[in-house]
């Protein structure tokens, strides 16, 4: 059964330094999103994408975020100088859209990267 | 409490009893779903409902949804030791945005 994948599983960084967490999505699907899970909190949605822009985004992704669809499979969050509180667990998601119709909202989620910021 | 709180937080039962656990929610939504999230690892889908839907099942999971009082509910019957995870309900807003939004889960414990 076709899955999000996500690479690394673990990444630990410097705080100042800049990371790039790596997605692929679900191969027929259209709707990207990334989420991150702090340590012992809520599920926390940073962004979608679609079409290759933006589509929604929260208050969590400021200036310091950025997505980006590199070529035909990967979906990349970077984040430029990464903070202590950046420690968390980064999960990326897809969801399918029929062609010419509305999306689905099943969303399916990978395995995560776990970010630790020292 | 917020958008999709579940209770209880924390539920410890025996192999073969049913678990239930319960979300509810604030605003107004177009769907919600249940995933189930084992220890450290990703978020796995379990089922969606709609807003226009009232029960829904899978396997041994029953999902209910109750939009005049804001409540939906998860039941697995004859649980068994590997359901033991946390289970999220997630609810999809009805303004045609498209992210998601957590409650804070209930840890199920099975005990064998």
């Known amino acids: 059964e076709p899955e999000v994948t996500q690479t690394p599983s673990h990444q630990v960084t410097q705080m100042g330094q800049e990371v790039i967490l790596r997605c692929v999505p679900i191969?027929?699907?259209?709707?990207f999103y990334w989420y991150r899970q702090i340590l012992g909190q809520k599920v926390e949605f940073l962004v979608s994408?679609?079409?290759?822009?933006?589509?929604?985004k929260s208050e969590i992704f400021d200036d310091q975020f950025s997505v980006e669809r590199p070529d035909g499979s990967n979906f990349t969050l970077k984040i430029r100088s990464t903070k202590l509180e950046d420690s968390a667990m980064y999960f990326c998601?897809?969801?399918?859209?029929?062609?010419?119709?509305?999306?689905?909202?099943?969303?399916?989620f990978g395995p995560g990267t776990r970010l630790t910021v020292l | 409490s917020q958008q999709g709180e579940e209770d209880p937080q924390a539920l410890s039962i025996q192999e073969g009893e049913n678990a239930t656990m319960n979300c509810s929610y604030k605003?107004?939504?177009?769907?919600l779903q249940w995933y189930r999230q084992n220890s450290g690892r990703g978020l796995v889908h379990l089922i969606l409902?709609?807003?226009?839907?009232r029960e829904k099942h899978s396997g041994r999971l029953r999902v209910t949804l109750d939009t005049s009082k804001k409540s939906s509910s998860l039941l697995i019957t004859a649980s068994r030791a590997a359901d033991t995870a946390s289970y999220f309900c997630?609810?999809?807003?009805?303004?045609?945005?498209?992210?998601?939004?957590f409650g804070s889960g209930t840890r199920l414990q099975v005990q064998p």
């Open positions: 998601a897809s969801s399918f859209k029929l062609a010419g119709g509305p999306g689905t909202d099943t969303q399916y």
């Open positions: 191969s027929n699907h259209l709707y």
């Open positions: 994408f679609y079409n290759n822009e933006i589509s929604e």
């Open positions: 605003t107004s939504i177009n769907n």
């Open positions: 409902i709609r807003s226009n839907e």
């Open positions: 997630a609810t999809g807003m009805d303004t045609g945005r498209r992210a998601l939004t």
